[in-house]
C-alpha cells in the first residue's frame, strides 16, 4: 500500500471514531458501567456554589465531568470505564463544599443476578453490586435474568440491605 493510501485509510478511521463517539455510541455501555449519577446539594444560590460543589465532587475517584445546575439543585456525575459508586465519599464531597446531600440517582449498565432470593444488577467492570427493589417489575426482570440480557437501569441509591447498596428502580431497558 502506498503512502498516501495509508494516510487516506489512518484519516477515515480516525473520522469514523470520532462520529462513533459524537453519537456517544462506545463499548462500555454493552460491557457494564456506571453510567452517570445525578446528585441532589440542596441549598445552592449562586454560581460560585455551584462552583465549590463541581469542585469537590470532581476530586471523588472515578469521576470524570461534573455539571452543576443551580435551578434544580443537581450535579450530574460522569464516570471512567470501571469505576464504582462511592456513596460515601459522593456524600462528604457535596458536605466540604457546604452543603446537603439528597436524593442520588444512578444509571448503569450490567447483568442480572439473583442472590438470598433477590434480584441484584451487578455492574461488570465497576465490580459493584445494587439490590433492585421493584415489585411491580420484578416479572419481567426475573425473565431477563434467565435470558442472561444486558440492561441499563435508572434508580434511587437508597440505604444498604443484605450489604448492597438498594437500588429504588425508575426505569429498565435492554442493551443490544
Known amino acids: 500500500m502506498n503512502a498516501t493510501k495509508l494516510v487516506n485509510h489512518r484519516w477515515l478511521a480516525a473520522v469514523l471514531a470520532a462520529g462513533i463517539a459524537m453519537l456517544g455510541i462506545n463499548a462500555p455501555r454493552a460491557s457494564g458501567q456506571i453510567v452517570e449519577a445525578?446528585?441532589?446539594?440542596?441549598?445552592?444560590?449562586?454560581?460560585?456554589?455551584?462552583?465549590?460543589?463541581?469542585?469537590?465532587?470532581?476530586?471523588?475517584?472515578?469521576?470524570?465531568?461534573?455539571?452543576?445546575?443551580?435551578?434544580?439543585d443537581t450535579a450530574n456525575l460522569r464516570f471512567a470505564k470501571g469505576a464504582s459508586l462511592d456513596a460515601k465519599a459522593i456524600h462528604r464531597a457535596v458536605t466540604k463544599a457546604g452543603f446537603t446531600m439528597g436524593a442520588v440517582t444512578v444509571t448503569a449498565v450490567g447483568f442480572l443476578t439473583e442472590e438470598n432470593g433477590s434480584l441484584v444488577l451487578t455492574v461488570r467492570g465497576a465490580k459493584q453490586k445494587f439490590l433492585l427493589t421493584s415489585p411491580e417489575n420484578e416479572k419481567a426482570l426475573t425473565k431477563l435474568l434467565k435470558e442472561e440480557a444486558a440492561i441499563q437501569v435508572t434508580g434511587k441509591v437508597q440505604a444498604r440491605q443484605q450489604g448492597l447498596a438498594r437500588l429504588a428502580l425508575a426505569h429498565y431497558a435492554v442493551v443490544k
Not at 43 to 68: I, N
Request: hydrophobic share 45%.
Open 38 to 72: 445525578k446528585v441532589v446539594a440542596t441549598g445552592m444560590a449562586c454560581p460560585f456554589c455551584a462552583y465549590g460543589v463541581e469542585k469537590w465532587l470532581g476530586r471523588v475517584h472515578g469521576v470524570t465531568d461534573v455539571t452543576v445546575d443551580l435551578k434544580t
